[in-house]
């Protein structure tokens, strides 16, 4: 098994290859390919059998894999470990280009999610996402594009114009986040301006491109930080991080019972109600699936759902050691201090003692320390894909996370020992 800091390096690595769910997924397939593994095609015919690896993928954005075991499916159940493709960020609109002055191209831009916006201010940024190209049927021919240079950035107002900045100034949407893009030289240059360059960048008629999927993202890479190189400072720990373990874990164990799988759905950020997204019937389908392949029936799947457990694996807080007042004055987490559990009375967690003390287990057996976070009574918490899952699917279930600051700014700050630790109770976990 791999030490804690050879994890997070390969971490900074697949989130550096991931700057949109498009490109998690993409990342994502091309590591379970090289392991063994089967794509299924939603419109194609399942044919898996024990002992088979697979994955199948939902618009290009949600990747769902999995292995099969030996065991009989309605005996041992699934063992699932959910997790998201999004981040918080900005989504270019359409007709984006914007003329200032006769002189600067800026990009029309809505937020996607709940970034802290201002720390995209004076930042180096980029752009990826997913281009649709005209083809001869009615479907048309996806591409995906990451301009992997510094093209843009959302410059400040000088201090001179706004003397209350350090004070806390509101930003708006609209106004305040257009990155620009550059000076214009020629009047003509301002007309279709993105479309020329992802024509130019993928290499295909300007005519072509139907309409694209883009985001913008920070260009520097992330890295492992502090005097000790306790730290990973990244954009999209929340939440690449623990697709990268769940990853990591699936195709490193070998599975002797039912079924592990990897569920990594996308637009949780901005509430999972999209056919890829948590808040559908895309996981029951899927698991269905898999059982009438295996020639079992829907009695077998509802035994096998008695028999199942899932972890809801997604970021969770640490407490600030400059706003210690924020959180419970007992149940808090620090960085490096081991996975956490997260428990909320209003269910916006799922775990409750049964599955909280299940996970606890895991983790004792992997030899690795955990947590216990829950928000103070007078704050308002978040919540993930855990408690919208369990609305679909009949399964026992914990919300868990490795615990990080600057939860949804452009760059995160969780721990090195953190990411090896819940590396180490998901392949536990998926081994038992």
Not at 66 to 77: A, D, M, P, S, Y
Not at 135 to 150: E, H, Q, S
Not at 280 to 293: A, D, G, Q, W
């Amino acid at each position: 098994m791999k030490d804690n800091r050879k994890y997070a390096e390969e971490l900074l690595a697949f989130i550096n290859e991931s700057p949109t769910a498009y490109h998690a997924v993409l990342t994502t397939e091309g590591i379970l390919k090289n392991k063994g593994y089967e794509e299924l095609k939603a419109e194609d015919k399942w044919n898996i059998v024990a002992g088979g690896k697979y994955y199948t993928k939902i618009n290009d954005s949600a990747i769902f894999a999995f292995n099969v075991g030996l065991g009989n499916i309605e005996e041992h159940g699934f063992k699932i470990i959910g997790a998201h493709t999004d981040s918080p960020g900005f989504k270019i609109k359409p007709n984006p280009e914007i003329c200032a002055e006769g002189k600067y191209i800026s990009l029309n831009t809505e937020v996607y999610g709940g970034p802290i916006m201002n720390t995209w201010l004076d930042r180096p940024l980029s752009v990826a996402g997913r281009v649709a190209v005209r083809t001869n049927g009615l479907l048309p021919k996806t591409l995906f594009v990451n301009i992997k240079r510094p093209i843009m950035v959302i410059p400040n107002l000088a201090i001179h114009f706004n003397r209350q900045a350090n004070e806390g100034v509101p930003v708006n949407p609209q106004k305040h986040t257009l990155p620009l893009l550059a000076v214009i030289k020629d009047t003509a240059e301002k007309n279709e301006y993105l479309i020329k360059l992802l024509s130019k960048e993928l290499k295909v008629e300007k005519e072509e491109i139907l309409d694209f999927d883009l985001y913008l993202y920070e260009y520097g890479k992330g890295s492992i930080v502090g005097s000790e190189e306790d730290f990973i400072s990244s954009g999209r720990l929340d939440n690449l991080a623990m697709v990268h373990a769940g990853l990591e874990a699936l195709i490193n164990t070998n599975n002797q019972g039912g079924v592990n799988l990897l569920a990594c759905f996308d637009n949780e950020e901005v509430g999972s109600s999209t056919r890829q997204g948590a808040d559908s019937e895309v996981l029951p389908h899927i698991l269905e699936r898999i059982l009438l392949s295996l020639g079992k029936g829907r009695e077998e799947l509802f035994r096998a759902y008695a028999q199942s457990f899932m972890i809801s694996a997604d970021l969770a807080h640490a407490i600030h050691p400059n706003s210690t007042e924020k959180y419970d004055p007992i149940n808090r987490a620090v960085i490096n201090g081991g996975p956490v559990i997260k428990v909320s009375a209003a269910q916006k967690y799922t775990s409750d003692s049964v599955t909280a003390g299940v996970y606890e287990m895991i983790c004792k057996r992997a030899g690795v320390p955990v947590q216990r976070f829950v928000n103070r009574s007078d704050e308002r918490g978040g919540s993930t894909i855990g408690p919208i899952s369990s609305t679909h699917l009949p399964i026992r279930s914990v919300d868990i996370g490795t615990p990080i600051l600057a939860m949804h700014s452009v760059r995160e700050l969780g721990g090195v020992d953190d990411h090896g630790y819940v590396i180490k109770s998901f392949i536990e976990f998926f081994s038992n």
